[in-house]
Structure formats: structure tokens, C-alpha cells
């Protein structure tokens, strides 16, 4: 999934796993849709400097030599430190790769972490026993992962922090609903691989001959793709993912109307 920045409150003061948990968050009812809040609680004898979470792929790269993204502690507030705080999760995939440098330079690697609808991840490792770091992640419906990771020492790790980090561009347009139909959630999807992804446009009621104007933050590589889906959702519960592709970066408005008794649409400059 592509995103949009969330600004989540630090929390300031070292808490315990059994204080914080997943209870004591339920005051925040927001949706994330393309972003995952969760608070970041380091239990460890060492300052971490860098957290990062980013999709895991298949492809046979090793985790260190992936694009890690943005660093999720500098961009919350440049402190960094034992504690507690929360971070936003870009959520383009349900797994993630979780990468943590600490103070010393010294590297924590957890692979496969599940961080769909989760409310806490707590990193705890005791180096004097020589036992390998933790990660628990505390879902919202109560469920708990124990990810076991790996720690390179200094002398061993990378020294680069992370790959470059990936650029954001934003494609602006108007959707102009000219159909008998309300329609309750509007996204797009790449041509040649819809199955990665979607980019959501519109979600809440775009009534009957009304126009939305609309923006979403994608990564600006993105932009070399010129050929998208577009998919809606009606108040009736009826779905179209369209046949016809257009160009977000080109397009001015995009008008869903009525052929007959079918839904189209156009998009035009």
C-alpha cells in the first residue's frame, strides 16, 4: 500500500511491557489507511540511534542491501533513546523486515514480522547472557508474536545507515461521480501488477453527481508507470476494477458515469 503521514504523540517516559500494552491505546480510533501507527518500546542497555520497518520480498536480497526507507525515529522527532515513542508504518505488505543500530553501531534484524493491526512492538535483548534480541509485537485482538532476530556486533555491521531514500510525488486529480450510484471507496491499481497494491484514492461517500477532488503520496518512481486501474466500490456493495487504464500524472479528472446500464469511465487532461 502507498501512504500519507501520520503524526502519532511521543511518548516521553520509559514504560514496562505490562503497562503500555494494547489497552491502553484504545482511546485512538483513527483509521490508518495507508500507514500503521505503533508504539516502539526499547528495552535494551543501549541507545537505539536508527529504527527501520520495510516489506519483506522474495527475491533472494539480503535485508541489509534492501531499500530500508525513511529512518522512523529521526523522522518522529530526532530523539533518540531507550523508551518508548510511536512510529508510523508504511503498510504496503502484511510481513515486514524490522532493523534497529544502536548507539554502538551494532545492528538488531528481525524478518517476517507480522505488523498488520498492531498496537505495540517491544525490542528487548540481554547481551551479557549471549541470547539472540526479541521483538513482541502485541496485536489489537489480543494476539502475540515473539520474533526471535539476530545482533551483528560493531566490528561486524554495514556502516551505511540505509539505501538512499525512496522520493515522494503526489498525483492530483478530480473524480466526478455522474452515475445513480453513491460510491463509497475509489483506488487504483499498477496494470501490469495489480496483485502488489493498491493506492487508495477515495474512501468515505462520493454521492450521485458529485465531484471529489483528490491527492495521494506515492513513491516518486512511480512515476516512470503511466498505465493504471481504477477500481470502485458502490454503497450497494457493487465492485469494478475497470478494463481501461489512464495516466494519474496526466490526468486533470476522471468521470465515472453510466453506459447503458454499466458503469465507465474517462479520464481526461
Not at 515513542?85 to 545492528?107: L, P, W
Request: glycine share 6%; proline share 4%.
Amino acid at each position: 500500500m502507498k501512504k500519507q503521514l501520520v503524526i502519532l504523540i511521543l511518548i516521553l517516559s520509559l514504560v514496562s511491557v505490562t503497562m503500555i500494552g494494547c489497552a491502553n491505546n484504545t482511546e485512538d480510533t483513527r483509521q490508518y489507511i495507508d500507514t500503521m501507527g505503533v508504539v516502539f518500546t526499547v528495552e535494551t542497555d543501549d541507545i537505539i540511534n536508527e529504527l527501520y520497518a520495510f516489506p519483506v520480498v522474495i527475491d533472494g536480497t539480503d535485508v541489509l542491501e534492501q531499500d530500508m526507507g525513511p529512518d522512523l525515529i529521526k523522522n518522529t522527532s530526532s530523539v533518540r533513546r531507550v523508551g518508548s515513542y510511536g512510529i508510523t508504518v508504511e503498510m504496503q505488505r502484511s510481513s515486514y523486515n524490522v532493523m534497529a543500530r544502536d548507539r554502538s553501531q551494532g545492528i538488531y534484524i528481525f524478518t517476517d514480522v507480522p505488523l498488520t493491526n498492531v498496537c505495540e512492538a517491544v525490542l528487548t535483548y540481554d547481551r551479557s547472557v549471549g541470547a539472540n534480541p526479541i521483538l513482541t509485537v502485541y496485536h489489537k485482538n489480543g494476539g502475540v508474536d515473539v520474533i526471535e532476530g539476530q545482533f551483528i556486533p560493531p566490528h561486524d555491521a554495514p556502516d551505511h545507515a540505509h539505501l538512499p531514500l525512496r522520493r515522494n510525488s503526489t498525483v492530483r486529480f478530480s473524480i466526478k461521480n455522474d452515475t445513480n450510484h453513491d460510491i463509497s471507496f475509489i483506488s487504483m491499481r499498477e496494470a501490469d501488477n495489480p496483485g502488489i497494491g493498491e493506492v487508495e484514492l477515495f474512501i468515505g461517500t462520493l454521492a450521485a453527481q458529485k465531484t471529489e477532488r483528490v491527492q495521494h503520496r506515492i513513491f516518486r518512481d512511480d512515476e516512470e508507470i503511466t498505465e493504471w486501474l481504477l477500481y470502485i466500490e458502490t454503497s450497494t456493495g457493487e465492485t469494478i476494477l475497470f478494463n481501461g487504464v489512464f495516466n494519474p500524472w496526466e490526468t486533470n479528472e476522471v468521470s465515472i458515469y453510466m453506459d447503458g446500464n454499466t458503469i465507465a469511465f474517462t479520464a481526461t487532461k
